[in-house]
């Protein structure tokens, strides 16, 4: 069965540092990429980052390109992002998610996700 | 950036009325969409991906068609348990974009 627990949510001070990660199990994680969504509080999904199953490819969304740092240990199967410099409008909601229906043209669905994180940025 | 818009935007229905949601994508994304079911404090669930793909263990009364631009999401037969928010998503090309949501509530 597939797993995916989150951790290192919580209240920061804008200006502030954040490192959240994701314990996954239940599949080859080495082989799948991996994606992190954000919810900010009764808003809709927002995708954040994804980095490849190597590790060798990250793309960010603009919002936090710059900001934020996806990596990957595949010896430990943890997922993790690094947030820097926090503003309020980080507040939210992280979820981490494994991409699936993977061909060669690239993968095509989120099809699980961890329960979630919450990061609050406030002074 | 490829923008996604759903319509409705809110949804009103009863049990066993059938539902469809429209997606539209901003420019072409062949077939690559998917549609996720989010219920209040819990993590989205995939139910179709490529446009039409009933995901694993996801009931037959849910399907998807379209591909280009239009995509639809219908619900043959609404069960109680399928009040909640839709979403789709693009992943044509990043950046990777979801559309607003549509909540389905209860008449």
């Known amino acids: 069965e597939v797993q995916l627990l989150e951790s290192g949510g919580g209240l920061v001070q804008p200006g502030g540092s954040l490192r959240l990660s994701c314990a996954a199990s239940?599949?080859?994680?080495?082989?799948?990429?991996m994606t992190w969504v954000r919810q900010a509080p009764g808003k809709g999904l927002e995708w954040v980052s994804t980095?490849?199953?190597?590790?060798?490819?990250?793309y960010y969304a603009d919002s936090v390109k710059g900001r934020f740092t996806i990596s990957r240990d595949n010896s430990k199967n943890t997922l993790d992002v690094q947030m820097n410099s926090l503003r309020a409008e980080d507040t939210a909601v992280y979820y981490c998610?494994?991409?699936?229906?993977?061909?060669?043209?690239?993968?095509?669905?989120?099809?699980?996700w961890g329960q979630g994180t919450l990061v609050t940025v406030s002074s | 950036d490829i923008q996604l818009t759903q319509s409705p935007s809110f949804l009103s229905a009863s049990v066993g009325d059938r539902v469809t949601i429209t997606c539209r994508a901003s420019?072409?994304?062949?077939?690559?969409l998917a549609w996720y079911q989010q219920k209040p404090g819990k993590a989205p669930k995939l139910l179709i991906f490529?446009?039409?793909t009933l995901q694993r263990g996801v009931p037959s009364r849910f399907s998807g068609s379209g591909s280009g631009t239009e995509f639809t999401l219908t619900i043959s037969s609404l069960q109680p348990e399928d009040f909640a928010t839709y979403y789709c998503?693009?992943?044509?090309?990043?950046?990777?974009?979801f559309g607003p949501g549509t909540k389905v509530d209860i008449k």
């Open positions: 239940g599949f080859t994680f080495s082989t799948y990429a």
């Open positions: 490529v446009a039409s």
């Open positions: 998503q693009q992943l044509n090309s990043y950046p990777v974009t």
């Open positions: 998610a494994k991409l699936g229906y993977c061909i060669r043209t690239g993968c095509y669905n989120f099809d699980y």
């Open positions: 420019q072409g994304i062949s077939s690559y």
């Open positions: 980095i490849s199953g190597s590790g060798g490819s990250t």
